[in-house]
């Protein structure tokens, strides 16, 4: 670890090195750049020129062989490429950890393995607050535990320790809650541009489902025909659907939701 005087005392500063260049690799290089206990030494890449977009962070490269020394690597690639980028860090000293929900700790090669997951879906160019995100670590030893709490701690105020098979259920529930509630967005977009309905007009609904769930279970928050068992209601939605996948989508949402809540009626 490097040291650095700060406020009147010298304090422990992390040397990370950022191994990507996508959306996340891009928000966490915004981050650690913004903190002091933290100082990213090193972005690495292999197409020079998504690295320009990292110059004003840190500096980079595109070289195997001129990645630097740190504490902590950060591996944030998609899950079919972490162990062929990870590979790069053979003879690195400082913890490896990927930034994957879903891959094991184990996927990693090396005896000093971890890994950071933020709990959050991060879009390009668009800034994030870091502070209000869940990050889960783990670790193999403790000395890389050490180290990748205190890095999670410098940007978030919601670590949590887990395990691989609690994330990858936790991914798992992030699939339902984000990739698959954007899909019915996507759904409700079509519908109502088809029929020449501005979708914004679903937005205060939207929101306010979102909100609901902050005070509220899921449970305790369903609302609609299905959970209130009325089939004239949702006969007549089939009969407005003129795509089959949509018919089905709607069809089976609906079964679920009324075999969850029928007994309760």
Request: proline share 5%; glycine share 4%; hydrophobic share 40%.
């Amino acid at each position: 670890m490097l040291l650095k005087w700060h406020n009147g005392y010298f304090c422990a500063m992390l040397s990370v090195v950022i191994l990507g260049t996508g959306n996340l690799a891009q928000h966490l290089a915004e981050a650690f750049s913004g903190v002091d206990p933290v100082s990213l030494v090193q972005v690495f890449g292999r197409d020079p020129v998504q690295l320009q977009w990292f110059e004003n962070h840190a500096p980079t490269c595109s070289k195997p062989d001129d990645i630097v020394e740190a504490d902590a690597y950060i591996v944030a690639v998609s899950d079919t490429s972490i162990l062929e980028v990870s590979q790069l860090l053979s003879d690195k000293n400082g913890v490896v950890a990927h930034t994957s929900g879903a891959a094991t700790m184990d996927v990693l090669p090396m005896a000093n393995r971890g890994v950071f997951y933020p709990v959050q879906t991060f879009t390009k160019g668009k800034s994030v607050d870091f502070h209000p995100i869940p990050i889960c670590i783990e670790a193999n030893l403790d000395s890389g535990r050490i180290i990748l709490n205190s890095l999670a701690k410098s940007i978030s105020s919601k670590v949590h320790p887990m395990d691989s098979k609690q994330r990858r259920q936790l991914h798992l529930a992030a699939v339902f809650a984000n990739n698959f509630t954007n899909h019915l967005y996507g759904i409700s977009e079509e519908i109502c541009n088809r029929n020449q309905i501005p979708f914004d007009l679903l937005m205060p609904l939207i929101e306010e489902t979102a909100a609901k769930i902050k005070s509220l279970s899921p449970t305790e928050a369903q609302t609609g025909p299905s959970k209130r068992g009325d089939q004239k209601s949702m006969d007549q939605h089939l009969s407005l659907i003129t795509n089959n996948r949509e018919k089905e989508i709607y069809t089976f949402l609906s079964d679920a939701i009324k075999s969850k809540y029928e007994k309760k009626l």
